[in-house]
T-cell receptor, first 113, second 115 residues
Framework: EAQVTQNPRYLITVTGKKLTVTCSQNMNHEYMSWYRQDPGLGLRQIYYSMNVEATDKGDVPEGYKVSRKEKRNFPLILESPSPNQTSLYFC????????????FGPGTRLLVL | AQSVTQLGSHVSVSEGALVLLRCNYSSSVPPYLFWYVQYPNQGLQLLLKYTSAATLVKGINGFEAEFKKSETSFHLTKPSAHMSDAAEYFCAVSEGGSTLGRLYFGRGTQLTVWP
């Protein structure tokens, strides 16, 4: 089944404790992206990647890191999480960019205490 | 930067009534336009998209949207609402140029359907 998977789905952590949210897609998509969703703000792009070893900042990149060493994986790293990073995170992928449909993962709900 | 405005963060309709969710965008070049739907506790899935073919786009579950360049709008409609349509709907726009690869979302509209 074609899908985007994220792990973990739920995470509670404390300020400053490094964490990684994994994202994997099995559709051989070139384009991958991370978004955060907050009430009343919609989805805001954190980082995106047009291909392996090619990543770029979105609208809200501060406090996040990403890497794209393999085509299928695009992990999101929070090196020192803070409470303002409490949010719902979505990973997405598409065959390319522009007019292509993005396929979203199920989301990761993060609470930073 | 691209801008997407969804008028009305909450819309309520009765079952069987017309659904109209509004979306306006700002773009200096012909854009690609999307509507995504998010059901409770799920990720987003595509309803429909406009990619410079027909201006009236039909999507899944009876939804359709019309691209109006002169009004920079891409409103979503459905003639008769069903209880299962209750969800959050997001309008999104993508364009080329310096923002190639970026997808910009509106803030979302929560649709409630009353029996």
């Amino acid at each position: 089944e074609a899908q985007v998977t994220q792990n973990p789905r739920y995470l509670i952590t404390v300020t400053g404790k490094k964490l990684t949210v994994t994202c994997s897609q099995n559709m051989n998509h070139e384009y991958m992206s991370w978004y955060r969703q907050d009430p009343g703000l919609g989805l805001r792009q954190i980082y995106y990647s047009m291909n392996v070893e090619a990543t770029d900042k979105g609208d809200v990149p501060e406090g996040y890191k990403v890497s794209r060493k393999e085509k299928r994986n695009f992990p999101l790293i929070l090196e020192s999480p803070s409470p303002n990073q409490t949010s719902l995170y979505f990973c997405a992928s598409s065959r390319q960019y522009g007019q292509e449909t993005q396929y979203f993962g199920p989301g990761t709900r993060l609470l930073v205490l | 930067a691209q801008s997407v405005t969804q008028l009305g963060s909450h819309v309520s309709v009765s079952e069987g009534a017309l659904v109209l969710l509004r979306c306006n965008y700002s773009s200096s070049v012909p854009p690609y336009l999307f509507w995504y739907v998010q059901y409770p506790n799920q990720g987003l899935q595509l309803l429909l998209k406009y990619t410079s073919a027909a201006t009236l786009v039909k999507g899944i579950n009876g939804f359709e949207a019309e691209f109006k360049k002169s009004e920079t709008s891409f409103h979503l409609t459905k003639p008769s609402a069903h209880m299962s349509d209750a969800a959050e709907y997001f309008c999104a726009v993508s364009e080329g140029g310096s923002t190639l690869g970026r997808l910009y979302f509106g803030r979302g509209t929560q649709l409630t359907v009353w029996p």
